[in-house]
């Protein structure tokens, strides 16, 4: 189960955002976006939902090759 999972600390993805809920979903309009915004994937931002660069420093200590995802409106 999952429960058993993070008691064991493996299979899960999430390290700290909102641990208190039993899913993180997040809602942003798209209205608000003025340019663009890049989104967490790694799950380290602490400015979540929003990419703070954290997973630069997960990259480096973990090999790993994680990046926000970037939504913008379409060039014109
Ligand atoms: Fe998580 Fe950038 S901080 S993808």
Known sequence: TIKKAREAGD???????RKDI???VDFIDIEDITEKVSLCR???SKNWP???GAHGAHNKATGDNIGP????????
């Open 11 to 17: 299979g899960t993805i999430n390290p700290a955002v």
């Open 22 to 24: 039993n899913k993180v």
């Open 42 to 44: 790694c799950w380290r």
């Open 50 to 52: 929003y990419c703070d």
């Open 69 to 76: 995802i970037v939504v913008r409106h379409k060039e014109k």
